[in-house]
């Protein structure tokens, strides 16, 4: 008995749920107050930040160290600003500036807001290296396809967000970068010899380390020059031979979501966290999907299950509770920074500046002229994004530019109803008056580039922004390349296009 309860307290240490609602539900409450160490937070437990204040002080009231995790990469990634749009741009945009220092402070005062909401895990940067511009899921999330550039940038995040008290947590080992397959639906393969790898993908990792980042998170792929037999989050190859006995991680290793279908299709979800603790993850993500309770019960019954068969040894799973309880401990005593100085009068957030700097304009005309004549017709393609963004986080150019010059109108479209016709009717619309074309990763959505050219062969003097990674630069009389499909990125282009600036 007493070592039937053991394992059942073990295991639910290494549980990290979700559950519905903006305030903990009781199921969540009672098994905190039982020894649940931590939860995940997502966008449909947040409203404002004084109720993610409310929700989490809640949580403590339960169990005064627990562990509060959220995905809150900035940019594209949102989950704290995912109603309104995200006021800081996301890391590609950074990788872009490349200023190391902007790079921490922004972070820093990520860090800050996260401290003040009482969420104390972070699930980022993300530190792929994205060699491969087709890449359907990191993308913007990168810092960029450079492994130094990434491996700096990965510091000085991780140094910015750990100085507000927030433990942060590289992603998504060993590296999604190289891959053309989301792991939310099936499992990517990396391609990259053992050699490849060191030279690239782990590069960033080991910058990570050193930094001293608190948690790495694992990527479910299938890594073929390391284990061929199974995923990454699965492989104690990967997890124990690599990352902890090779790059000599001491922290926590973190599954990403465990209902992905890349570990859950082949495995169940208890399955694969049981696989997952005995390849050596230390807390299983999960709720993504699957945000009840008896879905936290079968992953903790799955884990006890297979150390009773034999399947998990029982000093791993102690291993990984001990960890966990560590970084518990380490969150719940961080010095933590105060709020933030209030701002003066026309000052620039850092989001904003930021933003501003991330922007790259060309001109290929010599008619070509900014600011905007008039209010112009805006027309905005709008490609199905992957699931580790909110469909409906506010993206564009069209609401901050109307704002600036009020009448201006806009025209979205996404790959079902951006026919010719539509795209006719753009052009009438846009008769008389200054078009300007927004895109979103153009170059890996066919329809998209039709649409444009569509336009283009009859307005050669559009203006295109490009808000996702800029494949091409020679469209349109002026083309705009944001590096981020943030809403403060949409606003820093309205203030180019506007002439406030």
């Known amino acids: 008995m007493k070592r039937g309860q053991e394992l059942l307290r073990l295991a639910d240490t290494v549980v990290l749920p979700g559950f519905e609602g903006k305030s903990p539900p009781d199921w969540i409450r009672r098994r905190l107050s039982d020894g649940l160490t931590g939860v995940v937070l997502f966008s449909r437990n947040i409203a404002t930040p004084s109720q993610v204040a409310d929700l989490t002080a809640a949580l403590r009231a339960e169990n005064p160290q627990v562990l509060v995790g959220i995905d ?112 939310h639906h099936s499992v990517p393969l990396v391609p990259a010899s053992p050699e490849e790898l060191r030279e690239v993908a782990l590069r960033p990792f080991r910058a990570a380390i050193a ?42 290793i973190i599954t990403d979501g465990i209902e992905m279908t890349a570990v859950s299709g082949p495995y169940g979800i208890g399955g694969a966290s049981a696989l997952a603790i005995a390849g050596g993850a230390d807390a299983i993500c999960v709720g993504g999907q699957n945000a009840d309770e008896q879905t936290a019960i079968d992953v903790r019954d799955a884990i006890v299950d297979a150390v009773i068969e034999g399947r998990l040894p029982e000093e791993r799973l102690a291993d990984a509770a001990r960890r966990v309880c560590e970084l518990a401990l380490w969150a719940a005593s961080a010095p933590r920074r105060g709020e933030a100085a209030p701002s003066r009068p026309g000052e620039v957030s850092i989001g904003l500046e930021a933003a501003r700097r991330a922007l790259r304009i060309t001109r290929r005309s010599a008619s070509a002229s900014l600011p905007l004549a008039a209010p112009p017709h805006v027309l905005e393609l709008a490609p199905e994004m992957n699931l580790a963004i909110e469909k409906d986080t506010p993206w564009g150019v069209g609401e ?73 630069s020679d469209l349109g009389a002026v083309h705009i390349a944001t590096h981020g499909s943030a809403k403060v990125c949409g606003q820093a282009a309205a203030e180019v296009l506007a002439g406030d600036v």
């Open 72 to 183: 809150e990469e900035s940019g594209e990634v949102t989950r704290l600003e995912a109603a309104a749009g995200s006021t800081r741009p996301g890391s590609f945009a950074l990788g872009v500036v490349d200023d190391v220092t902007l790079t921490e402070e922004l972070a820093a005062d990520l860090g800050r807001d996260l401290a003040l909401a009482g969420v104390n895990l972070n699930f980022a940067p993300s530190a792929d290296v994205n060699s491969n511009p087709d890449n359907p899921v990191i993308g913007l999330r990168s810092f960029g396809a450079d492994p130094d550039l990434v491996s700096r940038h990965t510091a000085a995040w991780i140094r910015g967000l750990q100085s507000a008290g927030v433990a942060a947590c590289a992603k998504h080992f060993p590296g999604h970068g190289d891959t053309s397959v989301d792991s």
């Open 211 to 252: 930094e001293g980042v608190h948690t790495v998170m694992t990527g479910h792929l299938l890594v073929s020059a390391l284990d061929p037999g199974v995923p990454a989050t699965l492989s104690g190859k990967v997890l124990h031979d690599l990352l902890r006995a090779e790059l000599g991680f001491e922290g926590v």
């Open 400 to 472: 901050p530019l109307g704002k600036l010059l009020p009448g201006t109108t806009v025209t979205r479209l996404d790959a079902s109803n951006a026919t010719g016709s539509a795209i006719e009717g753009v052009l009438a619309a846009a008769t008389d008056r200054p078009l300007v074309a927004v895109v979103r990763d153009a170059h890996r959505h066919p329809w998209q580039m039709d649409a444009l050219q569509h336009l283009l062969a009859a307005r050669a003097d559009a203006v295109v922004v490009e808000m996702g990674l800029p494949g091409r």
